[in-house]
C-alpha cells in the first residue's frame, strides 16, 4: 500500500515565516521604546540646559550692580540725576517700576532712566509709555544678550514698600535718631527667558514684557510679567533681590 508522501518543505517555510514576523515585530517594538526613551533624555537635557542658562543670565545682572555699587563713585552716579536708583526712589514714583533691558550691543545696560521705560498701574489700566517704550525687550528689534539670539534678560527697579521704622538699625544705634533717618529700600527684578523654546507669537512674548509689572498691585491684583509668560508656556527665570541704601558713618 502506498501512502502519501507529506512535503515537509512547505511546511518548515511556514514556520520559519512566523518566526522571522514575530522577530521583526519584537524589534520594531525595541527600536520604537529606544527612540522614545532617547527623545525623553533628550529633552530632559534640553530643559536642564535652558533652565541652567537662564539662572545664570539673572545672576549676573546681580553680579554686575553689585560690583557697580562696591565703587563709591558709581554708586553715587547711580542715586543721582538720571540714575537707575534715583527714579525708583523719588517720592512722586512710588508703585512704578524703572525696566531697562540687557542688550549685548550696549556697553552700559545700567546708566539710568535716559535708557529705560517705566510702567505702572493707573486705575486698572497698565501705563508704559511716560518714558518711552525702548526699554522694554522686543523680540523684534532683536534684544538678546548674545548674537546666539537665545536669552532675553529685562531688568526692573522699584521702591520697596516699608513701614518699619527701626527695621535697618544698626548695632549702637540710638532707637530716637535712627527713626526716620531715610533708610531707603529698592527691589531688582532679573526675568530672564527663552522665546525660541516656546510655540508663543512675537506678539505674545512682547505684551508680556511691556504690559505688566513684575509686583502685584493690591489695588489691581494684576497678573505679572512671570505669569503672563508661564500662561504662553515661555521657558522662564526670574529673580528678586531687595536693597538697602544707607550712607556709612565717616569714622
Not at 554686575?64 to 512722586?92: C, H, V, W
Not at 550696549?106 to 486698572?124: E, L, M, P, T
Not at 520697596?160 to 540710638?174: K, N, P, S
Not at 505688566?212 to 489695588?219: C, G, I, M
Request: proline share 2%.
Amino acid at each position: 500500500m502506498n501512502l502519501p508522501k507529506v512535503n515537509h518543505r512547505h511546511s518548515q517555510n511556514g514556520s520559519v515565516l512566523i518566526v522571522v514576523l514575530v522577530m521583526l515585530i519584537v524589534i520594531a517594538i525595541a527600536g520604537t521604546w529606544a527612540i522614545r526613551s532617547s527623545i525623553t533624555s533628550l529633552n530632559i537635557s534640553t530643559n536642564a540646559q535652558a533652565s541652567s542658562l537662564l539662572v545664570q543670565n539673572s545672576d549676573s545682572v546681580f553680579f554686575t550692580l553689585e560690583n557697580k555699587t562696591s565703587n563709591a563713585l558709581q554708586f553715587a552716579q547711580m542715586r543721582i540725576g538720571d540714575g537707575m536708583l534715583a527714579y525708583a526712589l523719588r517720592p512722586e514714583n512710588k508703585g512704578k517700576e524703572l525696566v531697562f533691558c540687557v542688550r549685548g550691543s550696549v556697553a552700559d545696560n545700567f546708566s539710568g532712566s535716559r535708557i529705560a521705560s517705566s510702567v505702572y498701574w493707573q486705575n486698572k489700566k497698565i501705563v508704559n509709555t511716560e518714558l518711552g517704550q525702548n526699554g522694554f525687550c522686543q523680540t523684534t528689534r532683536g534684544d538678546f544678550i548674545s548674537g546666539r539670539q537665545a536669552v532675553m534678560t529685562q531688568v526692573t527697579v522699584r521702591a520697596a514698600d516699608t513701614d518699619r521704622d527701626w527695621e535697618h538699625m544698626m548695632e549702637g544705634d540710638d532707637k530716637e535718631s535712627s527713626k526716620g533717618t531715610g533708610i531707603q529700600r529698592v527691589v531688582i527684578t532679573a526675568t530672564s527667558l527663552l522665546p525660541n523654546l516656546s510655540s508663543a507669537s512675537v506678539q505674545q512674548v512682547n505684551n508680556c514684557l511691556k504690559n505688566h509689572t513684575s509686583f502685584v498691585d493690591p489695588l489691581v491684583e494684576n497678573d505679572t510679567v512671570t505669569d503672563c509668560l508661564a500662561r504662553n508656556n515661555v521657558p522662564y527665570s526670574t529673580q528678586d533681590m531687595e536693597y538697602s541704601l544707607r550712607s556709612l558713618k565717616a569714622s
